[in-house]
């Protein structure tokens, strides 16, 4: 048994069949690319894992409880971050309270009225949300508007955000668009490394191809709403119903 | 000091000071003089400004750091001077026991009103928290008219016996802080000028204070910054495991007690109350001390109440005899001129000055005239040297 196991979703936005019967079975502390062309569903099936969107049908259960009905605040207390296609991030606020929401979240739970202490005296947490940007290499921009920055520096904080919270499956959309060639890499550097370090799962979704084979342990490929093949990088290279639908388009 | 640090405290102590010595600052001209008439020292007005301070405070606790508009606050302001009302009819004329019934009825009721309007957001929200106001403000004047003594109001009466306060027989019952009346003033006279410094006034400016202070700590706090984040990006809030709701209803509350502070402590002030005090004019005011202000900063509330209650109680008495008399100088065709210039601008125009104004603000200055404040600072800053960046960087993070 994965820690996410989907099972038989559909989804209709009107007469479009967005997601028809997915099945998709994650396993704990892997990498799970999920590919596909433009408008394939893939980001709506991200939604339905996070309380965004409900399915019509079928189940969603992280690490053996259903995610369905369940708001989103609460998946994201039970272990599910996720990095939005376009960023999602405190715009009027600056870079380091951004990362301040996650770690007061993590303490504090989804609700707690601390009004009259001071967040500069929360030395503890200021040195962890420190730490995190040190990582993602922003530090030196931790008193910038995060709204004023590039996208792909809003992507990196935002991903920063979730990885903080020490989420046990966190999902990324495109984590590297927007994103210079350098940037990329030291993205993929860190998922890397944030992958060994520490007991994560992941479930991206990119169509930069070098991101996916660099990363992933599984891949499915999505078409028109229902998956084609999974399986390893390897052999997804050389399938020929990917190329067909995917791979041969996109080259 | 107290907790808070740096800009902050500077900011409280400019507040502190202001409030303090109002009584000198704002009659700055001689009794006799032609200016007196701008004088603001006098009691009614300066327990005005920081009354409708507290006020402003309050209600930017929601909408500067949620971004919430309420157009019903007036309610909770009404509902407090209600209840503070009946305590000085019924148990003390002591005006804690009333301020302290002021914020609890405040308090309960804006959970309900905030509880059920908060289900929406934007314009919805808006209307949602005006519909109750409006509501509030009908049934006052008609079927509560047992509570609320509908068009005329409440007042203290011959009569009217508190619990705990002897009174003598037919003696009418005055406000008090423990045997200290708030009508009570001591006028200091030195040369031409005269200054009034009144009981009354000075409670309420300590109260403002505490209250001023309190949404200091409120705004650098871990709520405070939850309440900017509602603001930024429900969304993000959301898939960060926080419920934003209880957050924005905890905000709507406070505010909704502030406002019934400031309810209370009008009735402490002066013992009558009317419906009128609920009717969405005075929801509306706040919204413009707020902006005119500058929405989300900590001082510009109090400006903006200040500036506005200065022009409708300053502005609104120049008529056209005190223009004549400004003017009078001039040869008369150029005097008549300006006097027919000037006059739709003032006396019963003040609105017209105050529309102008708030215009101007919000199109050239939206941070409100914090902002305004802020820019001339910077161009004296710069003035004197040049090379100071590490201060105009400090200055991009909103702080104030
Ligand atoms: N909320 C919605 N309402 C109506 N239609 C929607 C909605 N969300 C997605 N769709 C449609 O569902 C289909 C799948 O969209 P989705 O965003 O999941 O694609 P995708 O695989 O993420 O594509 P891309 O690579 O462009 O991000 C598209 O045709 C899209 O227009
Ligand atoms: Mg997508």
């Known amino acids: 048994m994965g820690i996410l196991e989907v099972k038989d979703v559909n989804k209709r936005f009107g007469g479009l069949q967005a997601l028809g019967d997915v099945n998709l079975s994650v396993a704990e502390n892997t990498v799970h690319a999920i590919i596909g062309p433009n408008g394939a569903g893939k980001s709506t099936l991200l939604n339905c894992l996070v309380g965004k969107l409900i399915p019509d049908t079928g189940s969603v259960m992280f690490a053996g409880q259903s995610v369905l009905g369940r708001k989103p605040y609460e998946i994201n207390q039970m272990g599910i971050s996720r990095v939005f296609q376009t960023p999602e991030i405190f715009g009027d606020l600056s870079v380091l309270e951004n990362m301040m929401i996650p770690v007061l979240a993590k303490r504090d739970g989804a609700f707690k009225l601390r009004a009259i202490e001071n967040v500069q005296d929360e030395g503890e947490l200021l040195a962890e949300a420190e730490q995190m940007l040190d990582e993602v290499k922003m530090l030196d921009k931790r008193h910038m508007h995060a709204a004023s920055m590039s996208r792909g520096d809003k992507r990196r904080l935002e991903m920063a955000m979730c990885l903080i919270q020490r989420p046990k499956l966190l999902l990324l959309d495109e984590p590297t668009a927007g994103m210079a060639r350098a940037d990329t890499n030291n993205t993929i550097a860190l998922l890397k490394e944030i992958k060994e370090k520490r007991d994560i799962t992941m479930c991206i979704i990119e169509h930069d191809m070098h991101v996916v084979f660099s990363l992933a342990d599984r891949i499915t490929v999505l078409a028109q709403g229902t998956p084609l093949v999974e399986d390893t990088p390897e052999r997804i290279k050389g399938h020929p119903k990917v190329k067909e639908a995917y791979l041969g388009e996109a080259a | ?400």
């Not at chain 2, 707020?290 to 509330?301: E, N």
Request: proline letters at 4%.
């Open chain 2, 1 to 400: 000091m107290l907790g808070i640090k740096g800009k902050d405290l500077s900011v409280f102590l400019l507040v502190a000071m202001l409030a303090l010595l109002a009584p000198f600052l704002l009659n700055p001209f001689p009794v006799d003089s032609a200016m007196a008439q701008f004088n603001a020292g006098y009691p009614d007005l300066m327990q005005r400004f920081v009354i409708f301070g507290i006020f402003a405070i309050g209600f930017n606790i929601l909408f500067g750091l949620t971004g919430y508009l309420s157009f019903g606050h007036a309610a909770f302001l009404g509902v407090g001077s209600y209840a503070a009302i009946w305590m000085m009819k019924l148990v003390s004329l002591n005006i804690i026991p009333g301020i302290i019934m002021a914020i609890i009825f405040a308090a309960l009721f804006s959970v309900v009103v905030g509880y059920i309007s908060l289900r929406r957001s934007g314009i919805y929200f808006s209307i949602l928290t005006l519909a109750f106001a409006q509501m509030s403000y009908a049934l006052a004047y008609s079927v509560l008219t047992p509570i609320t003594g509908g068009e005329t109001g409440l007042q203290i009466k011959p009569g009217d016996d508190p619990l705990l306060s002897n009174l003598a027989e037919g003696e009418i019952g005055r406000a008090n802080l423990f045997g200290l009346e708030m009508g009570d003033s001591a006028i200091l006279r030195a040369g031409g000028w005269e200054f009034t410094m009144n009981v009354g006034y000075y409670v309420c400016a300590l109260v403002m204070l505490v209250a001023f202070y309190l949404a200091i700590r409120i705004f650098r706090s871990p709520f405070g910054m939850m309440l900017r984040a509602v603001k930024s990006n429900q969304q993000r809030m959301n898939y960060t495991g926080l419920n934003s709701r209880p957050y924005t209803l905890a905000a709507f509350v406070i505010s909704g007690m502030y406002a019934g502070l400031a309810g209370g402590l009008m009735v402490a002030m002066d013992t009558q109350v009317g419906p009128e005090r609920m009717f969405w004019t005075a929801s509306g005011e706040v919204v413009l001390m707020t902006i005119l202000g500058g929405a989300g900063t900590l001082i510009g509330p109090v400006l903006g109440a200040g500036f506005i209650k200065y022009m409708e109680n300053i502005v609104s008495k120049i008529n056209s005899t005190v223009l004549h008399e400004w003017f009078a100088f001039l040869p008369d065709g150029m005097e008549d001129f300006l006097v027919t210039i000037f006059y739709p601008f003032v006396g019963k125009g003040w609105h017209l000055t105050l529309g102008l104004m708030f215009m101007a603000v919000v199109i050239f200055l939206p941070g409100g005239l914090v902002e305004g404040g802020q820019r001339i600072a910077s161009i004296f800053r710069r003035g004197k040297k040049s090379g100071a960046g590490d201060e105009s960087a400090k200055q991009e993070t909103p702080a104030e």
